[in-house]
């Protein structure tokens, strides 16, 4: 089957612009399953994406979303937080944060002892998903476990 050009018959195809280039070879290296490659390239075409154009921050959060499994499967705490900081601040309030990014990330707080910002989080998983109370419940009483359990050593 041969495939269909876009335009009109007879005419080239348009010219794709710099952001469309940019966003294509993102997301094939992404499809590759090249995450590193394909984070650089998407911060590039956050640079030229055109105003309301979501795909790019969207694809940047799969990007780090991929790294931070990788970085919890080694417990490698501080990086995790390091990393989905560095996602919220990229991100803002675009509607790809979801709330199992925050709950992540208030269990990675737990693990490095950043208990407030523990709870900080865990409110915010909570807000963005309410079907993760049950899960988020348990996470609030390792939390309060662990702040006890500092207070205590405070104590002596």
């Keep these: 089957m041969q495939r269909k050009m876009p335009?009109?018959?007879?005419?080239?195809?348009?010219?794709?612009?710099?952001?469309?280039?940019?966003i294509f070879d993102a997301d094939?290296?992404?499809?590759?399953?090249?995450?590193?490659?394909?984070?650089?390239i998407y911060q590039q075409a956050?640079?030229?994406a055109p105003p309301?154009?979501?795909?790019?921050?969207?694809q940047l959060c799969r990007c780090y979303r991929k790294q931070a499994r990788k970085l919890l499967k080694q417990e490698a705490w501080d990086e995790?937080?390091?990393?989905?900081?560095?996602?919220?601040?990229?991100?803002?309030?675009?509607?790809?944060?979801?709330?199992?990014?925050?709950?992540?990330?208030?269990?990675?707080?737990?693990?490095t002892g950043?208990?407030?910002k523990a709870v900080e989080a865990l409110n915010q998983a909570l807000k963005l998903n309410p079907e993760l109370e049950p899960e988020l419940k348990r996470l609030n009483q390792r939390i309060q476990a662990e702040s006890l359990s500092q207070n205590m050593r405070n104590l002596f």
């Design 46 to 48: 956050l640079q030229e």
């Design 7 to 22: 335009g009109k018959p007879g005419q080239p195809p348009p010219k794709r612009s710099r952001y469309q280039n940019l």
């Design 80 to 111: 995790l937080v390091q990393s989905l900081e560095t996602m919220l601040q990229i991100n803002g309030n675009r509607p790809n944060l979801k709330g199992l990014d925050f709950k992540v990330l208030a269990e990675a707080y737990l693990e």
């Design 52 to 58: 309301g154009e979501n795909h790019p921050y969207a």
């Design 114 to 116: 950043a208990l407030n």
């Design 28 to 40: 094939r290296f992404f499809a590759e399953k090249d995450y590193d490659t394909a984070f650089q």
